[in-house]
């Protein structure tokens, strides 16, 4: 926040305009500390178990946890718990879902392209600007694409026929400064390939790092959206520098 005349006025970070998440005399409450990765999908603070003072959950009778996530009537630990839902990920349910009692509930409910025991598989993935599965010449299995024959790229985007000389697909690959995409991937047919390597790498001519978007939740893009050069292009729904707001329907 901002002290003028010794008052506090807190940054509000609610983009709804609503009472701001931070607030407090000295602007040392924030609610934020009491959503839960799921409770984006709701007005719920605490899990819809507890109820939020001054950033910290006060949880219902029946549930613990930092955020009221863990059910008493569970017969593994909170900790246990957690782990279950990690599976090979850094986040429970892979940042994609409610943890409850060692098992995962992907999110957006009802949205089949999130899927797996940890919510491991994000099938969005798999799908262009126009949401075209795999460029039309592939399928999908667990987010990643798997091409038909002659096509091949993250997306299937890519033809194996090329009907110009190498030399003219060069220098639809050369940047202004005369380097082959970037020196950072190869040339195909008059498009760059980026160094499949350094999967942050993109852009038309390989320029743009991907690292450089803003992330929430320790994913890039919340994994909401994708990131296009620096800044996320968000998914249905979604709404933020992050993707990190949901503006869809609301869910219990």
């Given at each position: 926040g901002t002290c003028v005349c010794g008052e506090c006025t807190c940054h509000d970070v609610d983009p709804t305009g609503d009472w701001g998440d931070i607030h407090g005399d000295t602007c040392e409450c924030d609610e934020r500390n009491c959503k839960a990765v799921y409770d984006r999908y709701s007005d719920d603070f605490c899990s819809g178990h507890g109820q939020c003072n001054c950033g910290r959950c006060d949880c219902k009778e029946g549930w613990t946890g930092k955020k009221c996530e863990h059910p008493h009537s569970c017969p593994m630990s909170a900790e246990e718990s957690t782990k279950k839902c990690q599976g090979n990920s850094n986040l429970p349910c892979s940042g994609r879902g409610r943890c409850e009692c060692g098992q995962c509930t992907c999110f957006p409910p009802g949205d089949n392209r999130v899927h797996g025991k940890n919510c491991e598989c994000d099938d969005r993935q798999c799908e262009?600007?126009?949401?075209?599965?795999?460029?039309?010449?592939?399928?999908?299995?667990?987010?990643?694409?798997?091409?038909?024959?002659?096509?091949?790229?993250?997306?299937?985007?890519?033809?194996?026929?090329?009907?110009?000389?190498?030399?003219?697909?060069?220098?639809?690959?050369?940047?202004?400064?005369?380097?082959?995409?970037?020196?950072?991937?190869?040339?195909?047919?008059?498009?760059?390939?980026?160094?499949?390597?350094?999967?942050?790498?993109?852009?038309?001519?390989?320029?743009?790092?991907?690292?450089?978007?803003?992330?929430?939740?320790g994913l890039i893009c919340t994994g909401n959206g994708v990131c296009s050069c620096g800044n996320c292009e968000c998914w249905e729904g979604w709404n933020g520098n992050a993707c990190e707001i949901w503006l869809g329907r609301e869910y219990p």
């Open positions: 262009n600007a126009d949401g075209d599965v795999c460029g039309g010449h592939g399928i999908c299995s667990c987010g990643r694409c798997i091409c038909q024959d002659g096509w091949f790229g993250k997306l299937c985007q890519h033809s194996r026929k090329c009907n110009m000389t190498e030399e003219e697909s060069r220098s639809l690959c050369e940047s202004a400064d005369g380097v082959l995409c970037s020196g950072k991937g190869s040339c195909h047919c008059g498009k760059c390939i980026c160094s499949p390597q350094e999967w942050y790498i993109s852009g038309d001519f390989c320029e743009c790092d991907d690292r450089d978007c803003d992330k929430h939740d």
